[in-house]
């Protein structure tokens, strides 16, 4: 089909022409002598994008799983006890990996739309007066269900038990694209990935780590080699890695995160929730609902819509795809064929939100869903246009 093909889901996101450049170079020895000219300076750009002054950044070639598991393995022994929380498909995932691996997992139940259950978080850690649990785990940005959870209410609970365990955060979906502040919410495991809010292609897991999950690393019990700290810093601190990294993807980073940081990180949030905002205005407009439960826990990098109940959401993302070359979000295991999502995250602006939400009124009327034409668009259109920052050159 002649024009653009759309990219409207939670990762991969859209690559900005800038990082698409960057990275279109002749492969590089990556054991050059300049080599670290390129590797040094990303690891300083990358701990001021997650805002960690006194630990460290880790770059694995995987993508987020990898530094899912690089998270655990490197800072926790088998058999430890762990809290955690389920209430979407990739808090289900990190709470399989964690049983797999042979963590002992206190795993919360919530409904999918719900965020992280904090006051239970609280109470539990107030009565672990022998400190069993050894680390505590929360999704961010849950992407499957559009659901964004207090991860600075959590150190709070920890801060308030006087707990030693480790907080252990997904931010996968949101680091790069939304408020997130490692030093200040006493982070210790920020996992992150380069396919969402850092613009890239998928092959990248990026681990930032505090200095006190650096310390955890030498009593830690997993056996590791391909995602081990020790062997990173070895190489790391010369501006070198311990096998062969994604040097293209490097590149690429290098830029992004120069994009990211130029914006300035506040005004990358703000752009985000702008834009969130106009979406969760169309949806209102269209008389539907988002999947999350409560406006606290609104996303502002995915929207998970919910479809009225006689309607297949995957039909809605077919004909977006098949009739307007788009994409939209499928429904993940529980929440297939209910809802579809629009990711809104990344290299994104008004214009790219009104197509994506064009696209879903139209491939939504199409499958003979109750909408006037018009509405969700106009709704956000409205909000973008009363928010929009003054023109600063006469055209
Ligand atoms: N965590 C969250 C919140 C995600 O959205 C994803 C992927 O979409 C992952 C973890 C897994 O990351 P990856 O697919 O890069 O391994």
């Known amino acids: 089909m002649p024009g653009y093909t759309h990219l409207f889901i939670p990762g ?24 670290p000219e390129l590797t040094l300076p990303i690891f300083e750009k990358l701990k001021t994008v997650f805002r960690n002054k006194s630990g460290r950044v880790f770059l694995y070639p995987s993508s987020g799983t990898g530094a899912w598991e ?34 002992v997992v206190d795993v919360i139940d919530c409904d999918w739309g719900e965020g992280v259950p904090v006051e239970k978080y609280a109470e539990k850690l107030s009565k672990d007066v022998s400190h069993e649990y ?25 801060n308030a038990a006087n707990h030693p365990a480790l907080l252990m955060v997904d931010g996968v979906s949101s680091i790069g694209s939304i408020e997130f502040d490692q030093d200040a919410w006493g982070v210790d495991c920020a996992v992150s990935g380069s396919q969402k809010g850092f613009m890239l292609p998928a092959g990248l897991g990026i681990l930032s780590v505090s200095a006190y999950a650096l310390e955890a690393r030498k009593r830690a019990g997993f056996g590791r080699t391909f995602f081990s700290f020790d062997d990173m810093i070895a190489t790391n601190d010369s501006g070198y890695f311990p096998y062969t990294p994604a040097t293209q993807l490097l590149r690429g980073l290098s830029v992004s995160c120069d994009m990211l940081l130029e914006e300035g990180l506040e005004a990358v949030w703000d752009r985000h929730n702008r834009l969130a905002t106009g979406v969760r205005k169309a949806v209102g407009a269209w008389g539907l609902r988002l999947c999350a439960k409560e406006p606290k826990w609104h996303s502002d990098t995915v929207s998970a819509i919910v479809v009225p109940e006689t309607f297949d959401a995957r039909d809605v993302i077919a004909r ?41 009124e139209m491939a939504m009327i199409d499958c003979g869903i109750q909408i006037e034409p018009g509405t969700g668009v106009g709704a956000a ?15």
């Open 12 to 35: 991969p996101t859209n690559i900005p022409e800038q990082v698409r450049m960057a990275m279109n170079v002749s492969m590089q020895d990556m054991r050059a002598p300049d080599f």
């Open 70 to 103: 690089a998270a655990i393995q490197n800072t926790l022994s088998p058999g430890d006890k762990v809290l955690m929380s389920r209430f979407g498909q990739f808090s289900h995932l990190w709470v399989d990996m964690a049983q797999r691996l042979g963590l």
């Open 134 to 158: 050894a680390a505590v785990f929360a999704t961010h940005n849950e992407t499957a269900t559009g659901v964004t959870s207090d991860i600075k209410a959590i150190r709070a609970a920890l």
């Open 320 to 360: 977006a795809y098949r009739g307007y070359n788009t994409s939209l979000g499928t429904g993940l295991s529980k929440v297939m064929g209910k809802v579809f999502r629009i990711g809104h995250l990344g290299w994104l602006n008004e214009g790219m939100v009104a197509t994506a939400l064009s696209v879903a």
């Open 381 to 395: 259109i409205r909000h973008f246009s009363a928010t929009a920052a003054p023109a600063t050159a006469k055209v």
